[in-house]
């Protein structure tokens, strides 16, 4: 019903930046909050950015200041801007989506399949 897909990933140097893309389609009445979690071999999930439908934003401690999120609604897509990053940066990356798919069913989530970033010297 909902599909999510990431795109972006890939190897950098330290210091370096990169942008992730998370576009969403499918049967969408509204988004409500569209957001980045990642995880590292052997590690939980962690929260990296979240934004809500009113661009109201949150990040994960080790990345404020750094990762910039943001999104685009009339194409369903969130942005993750990230700068200066760091080895410990290096995880899958997933994109996650809290959508009403009618305005008679409440939300759920949906996630992708996540995207490798590796920062590496």
């Known amino acids: 019903q909902v599909q999510v897909v990431e795109s972006g990933g890939g190897l950098v140097q330290p210091g370096e930046s990169l942008r992730l893309s998370c576009a969403a389609s499918?049967?969408?009445?509204?988004?409500?909050?569209m957001g980045w979690y990642r995880q590292a071999p052997g590690k939980q999930r962690d929260l990296v950015a979240t934004?809500?439908?009113?661009?109201?934003?949150n990040y994960g401690d080790s990345v404020k200041g750094r990762f910039t999120i943001s999104r685009d609604n009339a194409k369903n897509t969130v942005y993750l801007q990230m700068n200066s990053l760091k080895l410990e940066d290096t995880a899958v990356y997933y994109c996650n989506v809290v959508t009403q798919l009618t305005p008679l069913r409440s939300p759920n989530d949906y996630w992708g399949s996540g995207t490798q970033v590796t920062v590496s010297s």
């Open positions: 934004i809500t439908i009113d661009d109201s934003t």
């Open positions: 499918g049967t969408i009445f509204r988004i409500y909050v």
